[in-house]
């Protein structure tokens, strides 16, 4: 049996040929390909806007500095995310505010939201969880409420729906990632989508150094003035141009993924004392990034594991740590377990399933048939 990873970029000739004449093209950054990329990208979302940028986390490092977030400030986060999510916020000098997620579906926990009265917490980052959308209803009503900016991390959500309405689109900034184990890739890469134009502009100026004037836009070459901070995090043209393909790749990939997830979905949900995420939560529908089992406390982890490496099945584990007992957190605010019982169960009980368009037409059901007798094991 050839190994299932448990994600994988899909490329081909067309992927090879778009990098190609950029290459023969010359023209590197600043050029017609990434603002291609933006126009669709917003288009696919919808949103007015979306810019182009290094990564998912410079999108949300770039929206958080623009908003003025910084020391004093706090930023509420899940506790069950990806180093990003909270990185962004302490490059800020802000503090993460984590707060625990909900059993049902990974995301934060929105009770606890409703009792945070502190006026020092100026923006939310809502994370949809392996795809599928937080409550943006609950969400944005408090954040208004209570003023908080909302800057969604879609990192794993590109074409997530929640009341038919795409993540990116319900906060000041939606922001996207398109590493390789992603819904899409352009290597490496991220949008940031927002429905604002100055904002637009700000993180434009953002992601190349706060030039007043971008390449294109200077009368002589080479004069310029600074009137902001900023950073270097822009899309180059190689990698935009491979996000183009993609995007065209985007529905037959979703398509793939939405029968991988209901075979492994269909095939496993009968073992009692496993729990799965939903596809479907209320208003929210999943992106399915991956198809995630919680394995009973009573059973170790390990074995099964273990089983699945003999196998050839590739998995993952989203995240490995509640993030504030990860060590940095940890030792910076003197966290601890009881606080984020959640996160800290789903860290050390769940496994990730690969449902990727990569899986050959076989692989569902084989990875349904592996896992199956070695689950009902765990079962009483
Ligand atoms: C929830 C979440 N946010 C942000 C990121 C960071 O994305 P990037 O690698 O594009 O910076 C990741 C990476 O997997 C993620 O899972």
């Known amino acids: 049996m050839t190994p299932i990873p448990f994600a994988k970029p899909l490329t081909d000739s067309r992927e ?36 182009a940028l290094s990564s998912c986390t410079a999108a949300l490092h770039l929206s958080l500095m623009q908003l003025g977030i910084s020391q ?43 009792t945070l009265n502190d006026p020092s917490i100026k923006a939310i980052i809502p994370v949809h969880y392996l ?68 904002f637009a502009e700000k993180i434009r100026k953002a992601r190349a150094f706060g030039y007043d004037k971008s390449l294109n836009e200077r009368k002589t070459p080479g004069l310029y003035n600074i009137k902001s901070l900023g950073l270097n995090c822009r899309m180059d043209e190689v990698r935009a141009a491979v996000g183009l393909v993609q995007l065209e790749k985007l529905d037959a990939f979703q398509q ?23 596809n479907t939560l209320g208003k929210s529908l999943s ?7 919680v394995i009973p406390d009573s059973s170790p982890r390990e074995p099964i594991m273990n089983a699945l490496k003999e196998a050839g099945i590739g998995f993952s584990v989203h995240y490995p740590q509640a993030l504030p007992l990860s060590e940095y957190y940890q030792k910076k605010y003197q966290h601890k377990i009881e606080d984020f019982p959640v996160a800290h169960w789903l860290a050390h009980h769940s496994i990730s399933l690969p449902v990727g ?20 094991r765990t079962s009483p």
């Open 16 to 51: 090879q040929q778009a990098v190609q004449s950029v290459l023969e093209s010359g023209q590197f950054v600043h050029g017609p390909k990434t603002e291609e990329f933006e126009k669709q990208f917003a288009q696919r979302v919808g949103t007015q806007y979306a810019v």
């Open 72 to 114: 004093g400030d706090k930023v509420i986060v899940p506790a069950m995310t990806h180093v990003a999510t909270a990185h962004a916020v302490s490059l800020c000098q802000a503090t993460p505010l984590f707060v625990d997620v909900s059993p049902l579906s990974g995301n934060i926990n929105t009770h606890i939201l409703e």
């Open 131 to 198: 795809g599928l959308p937080c409550d943006m209803e609950v969400i944005s009503h408090i954040a208004s409420l209570k003023n908080w900016h909302i800057i969604e991390d879609c990192a794993l959500a590109l074409d997530a729906s929640f009341h038919e309405q795409n993540v990116g689109t319900f906060g000041i900034a939606g922001c996207f990632s398109f590493y390789p184990t992603k819904h899409i890739t352009s290597i490496e890469g991220g949008m940031l989508t927002t429905n604002d134009p100055e």
């Open 256 to 278: 793939t993924r939405n029968v991988n997830f209901s075979i492994l979905k269909k095939g496993l949900q009968h073992i009692s004392n496993i729990h799965s995420f939903p």
């Open 287 to 293: 992106s399915h990034y991956c198809f995630n089992i």
């Open 357 to 376: 368009p990569h899986l050959r037409p076989n692989d569902p059901e084989y990875i349904v048939q592996t896992l199956t007798p070695i689950l009902e």
